[in-house]
């Protein structure tokens, strides 16, 4: 399968302070890559969809100014948790999305654990 | 909207048996896509196995097969002869053909393998 990586794996930080999370396709160009959160023993909730040029898509209830998302180029895309808060601790995973016909397939990295004390 | 409906919380399994994992979709749209994803405790998501609606055979992978009915809305995951290592969590998901997209996921499924 592609390969897509993710750093880093695990944060801690203080609150107030501000977070980048890398995603990285690795063997393949990503024109479209997705920021999901997960709760533990919960499923994924996708935050965002970010797309390479353009401004991201939010889902609804997601701040767009305390999640920034940047996709500068066709294998990387960042996510910034701004002014972090004990709140935004979660595992953050990202996905990038492989066009294969129909298939499309989303790829996913290894997530990062963001702890904010 | 898209639903995905695993029912089975957990699962507590016999090395080396076969297991069903359970997912249901609701759907208006008539072109879809349907995943399988593993997430061991490591916390990566790991695809398995791609079924798309339109398609005629049943998916197969490996040890991973997809039983698509697609008149029940089902898209049971089926892994033959169990290993330790298949203990994960097991997430059925769901694309929209059209628009960005964006996956849909069950709640999951926790797979036990007994040794």
């Known amino acids: 399968g592609a390969v897509v990586s993710q750093h880093p794996s695990r944060v801690i930080c203080k609150s107030g302070t501000s977070v980048k999370i890398e995603c990285r396709s690795l063997?393949?160009?990503?024109?479209?890559m997705f920021w999901y959160r997960q709760f533990p023993k919960k499923s994924l909730m996708l935050m965002a969809t970010?797309?390479?040029?353009?401004?991201?898509?939010?889902e609804q209830g997601v701040e767009k100014d305390k999640f920034l998302i940047n996709h500068a180029s066709l294998t990387l895309s960042t996510l910034t948790v701004t002014s972090a808060h004990p709140e935004d601790s979660s595992f953050y995973i990202c996905?990038?999305?492989?066009?294969?016909?129909?298939?499309?397939?989303?790829?996913f990295g290894a997530g990062t654990r963001l702890s904010v004390l | 909207a898209q639903k995905i409906t695993q029912t089975q919380p957990g699962m507590f399994v016999q090395e080396k048996e076969a297991v069903t994992l359970d997912c249901t979709y609701d759907?208006?749209?008539?072109?879809?896509?349907l995943f399988w994803y593993k997430q061991p405790s490591s916390g990566e998501m790991i695809f398995l196995i791609y079924?798309?609606?339109?398609?005629?055979q049943n998916a197969t992978e490996g040890r991973y097969s997809l039983n698509f009915q697609k008149a029940r809305k089902s898209a049971n995951l089926v892994i033959s002869a169990s290993q330790l290592g298949d203990s994960a969590m097991y997430f059925c998901?769901?694309?929209?053909?059209?628009?960005?997209?964006?996956?849909?996921f069950g709640t999951g499924t926790r797979l036990t393998i007994i040794p």
């Open positions: 996905s990038a999305r492989r066009t294969s016909g129909a298939k499309n397939i989303q790829y």
């Open positions: 759907t208006s749209d008539p072109s879809y896509g």
């Open positions: 998901a769901m694309r929209e053909v059209f628009g960005n997209e964006k996956l849909t």
């Open positions: 063997d393949f160009q990503a024109t479209t």
């Open positions: 970010s797309n390479e040029g353009s401004k991201a898509t939010y």
């Open positions: 079924q798309g609606s339109y398609d005629q």
